[in-house]
């Protein structure tokens, strides 16, 4: 968790934790996504160069645990 409250770190200390960041971005991601699928937004990503436009229904996300 990045939250300096909870950790007792300062915030220059969380930052300096490579893996705790990608992980906090990657769990950012992951919800972005099910919320695109959920509402029914599609997504935009760059796939051989080029932007491609993916619909919500082809939207893979694992469902949230817990």
Do not use: F, Y
């Amino acid at each position: 968790m990045l939250d300096s409250r909870r950790t007792g770190r300062t915030i220059e200390q969380v930052l300096e934790d490579d893996d705790a960041v990608t992980a906090a971005l990657g769990r950012g991601v992951e919800n972005a996504l099910r919320r695109h699928k959920r509402l029914g937004n599609p997504i935009c990503c760059w796939k051989d160069g080029k932007v491609v436009t993916i619909p919500p229904e082809e939207i893979e996300v694992d469902e949230p645990r817990g």
